[in-house]
């Protein structure tokens, strides 16, 4: 119920924050101008939204497998869909090495599953299927539609501060004293809330993560199952730091269930996790670290207003908080 209350907020306050701008800019420059900006936007995110399941397929190299090909992947994946009350995704196979799994699609009845070959590689079947209840929960929640929506602010916002910072500067000078002046002050704070409503998506992603990960719990994985899987995947992903394949999916990062760039640097926070060392997650050590306080270094807090995923180890902890 928190997740869902924080998610409400967010939501108007981003809104009532482009309200304010448009209501603003409107009482100084007409309103014929910004509500061109509101539909260009609307336009761009729209034409974004249909064809960025081709964009994902293209740049993943995702090959749609059959039942017969990944007869275990399908059946996990029907299994889900029929828990979750949704209609069975696609189910895929990137070809790319970097273990991670992701989901999108333009609504419930698009959806659609696919995990990297690496990722095959490395969990074992219950964690796999953890991995799987996380983005089923993704499309059951309606994800990609909520943060597709709230990408039109941000966007909406540097084209008023971009044209009236401009405009105020080099172009026709009002009438009234102090007008040019006036216009550039409201793009600058146009400018500002576009910084701040982009770290408010990223929250709001962060937000959606955690979601998803109790998701998962509700499907039917144990919390120490999708736990596993994220350590697992945060010792892989290292391993492929400032390598061609890490490059190559940089821009889809926000699709996988963890974010494989900043895996280098969350390795040393995860070490204490594994207790006895054995390279997964247990029930026991969920256990244990349920009745830990974990501290971040400000670095990392840091590091983390700028990610579209939480921090790994608050995630675990956090899912620690549902372990039995």
């Keep these: 119920m928190w997740l869902q209350t924080r998610m409400y907020l967010l939501i108007a306050v981003m809104f009532g924050i482009l309200y304010g701008v448009l209501v603003a800019l409107g009482s100084w420059m007409g309103w014929g101008s910004t509500l061109t900006y509101v539909i260009m936007a609307v336009v761009i995110i729209g034409i974004q939204y249909l064809i960025s399941p081709s964009i ?24 889900l869909a029929q828990r979750a009350g949704l209609p069975k995704p696609r189910v895929g196979v990137a070809e790319i090495a970097l273990p991670n799994a992701f989901a999108f699609g333009r609504s419930q009845k698009d959806g659609r599953i696919c995990v990297t070959r690496g990722l095959l590689s490395i969990l074992n079947p219950d964690e796999l299927k953890a991995v799987l209840g996380h983005e089923m929960s993704h499309i059951k929640h309606r994800d990609m539609a909520i943060i597709t929506m709230l990408s039109v602010i941000p966007m909406v916002l540097y084209w008023i501060a971009w044209t009236t910072m401009w405009s105020g500067a080099f172009g026709r000078r009002d009438s009234r004293e102090g007008g040019a002046n006036i216009t550039i002050l409201i793009g600058l704070m146009a400018f500002i809330l576009y910084f701040i409503t982009n770290l408010l998506i990223y ?59 900043h895996a280098y640097e969350e390795i040393r926070t995860l070490s204490e996790i594994d207790v006895n060392r054995d390279g997964r997650i247990t029930e026991e050590d969920m256990l244990l670290l349920r009745q830990k306080k974990i501290k971040l270094g400000t670095g990392a807090l840091l590091a983390e207003l700028f990610m579209t995923h939480p921090n790994t180890l608050k995630r675990i902890h956090v899912l620690s908080s549902y372990a039995a």
């Excluded at 397929?57 to 992947?73: A, D, H």
């Design 203 to 261: 929250y709001g992603s962060r937000i959606r993560e955690y979601y998803a990960d109790k998701g998962s719990v509700e499907l039917g994985s144990k919390p120490h199952q999708l736990a596993s899987a994220l350590y697992k995947l945060v010792y892989s992903d290292a391993r492929y730091r400032g390598r061609e394949e890490m490059k190559r999916v940089e821009g889809m990062k926000a699709f996988f269930l963890n974010d494989p760039s």
């Design 56 to 79: 994902v397929g293209l740049t993943m190299r995702i090959r749609w497998v059959s039942e017969i090909e990944e007869p275990e992947l399908h059946r996990m994946v029907s299994e």
